[in-house]
């Protein structure tokens, strides 16, 4: 009887418990991050009593980051196949993004490709790794393209 007690004690504080768990941030596209400014790095020469600058290394997040911004600027501009190839040669850099895959999807549903796109949001959605709001917008596109293309 005194266990039934404290199991059910116990059982009540869960909710509480959970509430002040920490929430993590979810992840959003390359496009909607602020990239910082490169930071530039000293490196002295043997000799020389002057520091070199070295020349700052761009990341490879920033180039996606101008890869998605120029797809959605080309789309935006009615260039929908010009953003596609934009989004194929990211792809080629980085073919395990799932940003880049779910745009090219979206890209792909204005298209009226829904077969393409359904395939597109699905590889996104593999690589969606818990981003619940990449896996919901892949969701959305799938369900659209399982729609339109009746």
């Not at 940003?99 to 590889?123: C, F, G, N, P, V």
Request: hydrophobic residues 40%.
């Amino acid at each position: 009887m005194k266990r039934s007690i404290i199991f059910l004690a116990v059982l009540s504080l869960l909710p509480l418990i959970y509430s002040c768990a920490p929430r993590y941030p979810i992840a959003t596209p390359y496009h909607k991050k602020p990239v910082p400014p490169p930071m530039e790095q000293t490196v002295r020469q043997p000799g020389s009593t002057a520091p070199a600058q070295a020349p700052a290394v761009k990341p490879a997040d920033s180039l996606l980051a101008e890869i998605s911004r120029q797809a959605d600027n080309l789309l935006h501009n009615n260039q929908p196949e010009a953003a596609a190839q934009a989004l194929e040669r990211g792809l080629r850099v980085a073919p395990k993004d799932g940003y880049l895959w779910s745009q090219l999807a979206e890209i792909r549903l204005a298209q009226h490709r829904y077969s393409q796109a359904l395939l597109l949001a699905k590889k996104s959605n593999s690589l969606a790794h818990g981003d619940r709001l990449l896996q919901q917008k892949n969701r959305q596109i799938m369900n659209l393209a399982k729609k339109q293309s009746k």
